[in-house]
């Protein structure tokens, strides 16, 4: 394989699960849903499943230094002691080891400058990390509309989403509205400095996020690996931050 056909090594920390979620596991296990991994293969990238560990800024610029880009999955909530809040009696599946690698993780990616794709728990941690807080629970809100309940089967809400103009999303989207597979039931509150708003429900939730400097930092609410093996356009996601990577 020439250097121009070499795929670049994408990050990917995995998930902490506990003994017994998998059947037949008896012990403690790290693992990434196989919908993310397909899509970037399908982009020409080659995913590296990174064990969540304690680590300080100089082993996760070394964790990354071999690799192209990260990339940030969904997942359980961010601990709201990282915005300065107590948690929500719906807050579920907090996990202070993944948040400790992935704050790490993302910190290296900023300095180093590779590029981040985030997906929902991941735009959530970009927020977070770059110092706004979440709405911690807005399921069953009259105000808002259905997007969809986390961590059960079938538990995805296709609903439209509206791609802002003159951002890097609708470089990769196209403005306009877009058909996006939603399951979360936290939210960003507020976009900070250094980022910008790229997409948004009907209803006002903040649905994507990208920083404002030339580092490319892309970031969305709802979930492209669902449905990008069959729409291409949610597959242009993964495209485009593989290409980044080159």
């Not at 907090?94 to 985030?118: N, Q």
């Not at 399921?139 to 890097?168: I, K, Q, Y």
């Amino acid at each position: 394989m020439g250097a121009t056909d070499a795929r670049p090594l994408i990050a990917v920390p995995a998930y902490p699960v506990r003994e017994g979620r998998v059947e037949g596991w008896v012990y403690p296990a790290a693992a990434v849903p196989t919908a993310y991994l397909e899509a970037v293969v399908r982009a020409g990238g080659e995913p590296a499943i990174l064990f969540p560990r304690p680590i300080d800024g100089a082993t996760a610029d070394a964790v990354l230094a071999g690799c192209a880009g990260l990339l940030l999955l969904g997942g359980g909530d961010v601990d709201p002691a990282h915005y300065g809040e107590e948690p929500h009696p719906r807050t579920y599946g907090v996990s202070a080891v993944r948040d400790e690698f992935e704050l790490a993780l993302l910190a290296a990616a900023r300095r180093s400058r590779i590029p981040v794709f985030g997906i929902c728990r991941g735009a959530q941690l970009l927020a977070v990390a770059s110092g706004t807080t979440l709405d911690q629970h807005i399921s069953d809100r009259p105000d808002l509309d259905a997007h969809g309940r986390p961590g059960v089967e079938d538990g995805a809400e296709v609903h439209e989403v509206e791609v802002l103009p003159d951002t890097h999303l609708a470089e990769i989207l196209g403005a306009g509205t877009v058909r996006a597979s939603c399951h979360h039931h936290q939210a960003i509150a507020a976009i900070p400095d250094g980022l910008r708003l790229s997409a948004v429900s009907p209803d006002g939730v903040i649905e994507g996020i990208e920083t404002t400097d030339d580092h490319w930092c892309v970031a969305v609410q709802w979930h492209p690996e669902d449905t990008a093996g069959e729409d291409p356009g949610q597959q242009s996601l993964f495209d485009a931050f593989v290409a980044a990577c080159r």
